[in-house]
C-alpha cells in the first residue's frame, strides 16, 4: 500500500512517499513525478522518510525520468531514506545516477547546487 502526497515548498515540488512501492503501485509514483514534470517544475524533491520498502518496478520509475531530466534541465533529489532503502539504491548502483541527500536540509542545498 502506498500514499504519495505532493506540495509546493521554497519553488521545488515536493513528493512525499508513505508505505511500499511494488510493481502495481509504482503507477502512482509514476503518475506524481509525471504530474510534477508537466505544470513545469524544475526542482523535484523526493521525501523518502516514510518509504519502506521499494522494487525494481518503483526504481525503474526514477530510472525513467534521468534522461527526461536531462533534456528539460529538471534537478531531483530523494531524501530521508532507511538504510534498508538506502541499500536497495546501491546494490544496483542508482545512488552514482541519481541525486540523493540524508535529509531535507542538505537535499534543499543539493538542488541548489544542481539548478545552473
Known sequence: MIHIK????????????IGEI?????IELDLAIAK????????????CSALE?????GLGVFMSYIDE?????IA???YGMSDKVANTFQILGLDELLH???????AKAMINELQV
Not at 69 to 73: I, L, Q
Open 36 to 47: 510534477s514534470v508537466g505544470e513545469g517544475y524544475e526542482k523535484i524533491l523526493v521525501d
Open 69 to 73: 531530466f536531462k533534456d528539460k534541465k
Open 76 to 78: 531531483m533529489v530523494l
Open 22 to 26: 511494488d510493481a502495481s503501485s509504482s
Open 100 to 106: 540523493i541527500a540524508k535529509d531535507k536540509s542538505e
Open 53 to 57: 520498502y521499494i522494487s525494481s518496478a
Open 6 to 17: 505532493r506540495l509546493q515548498e521554497d519553488g521545488a515540488d515536493v513528493i512525499a512517499i
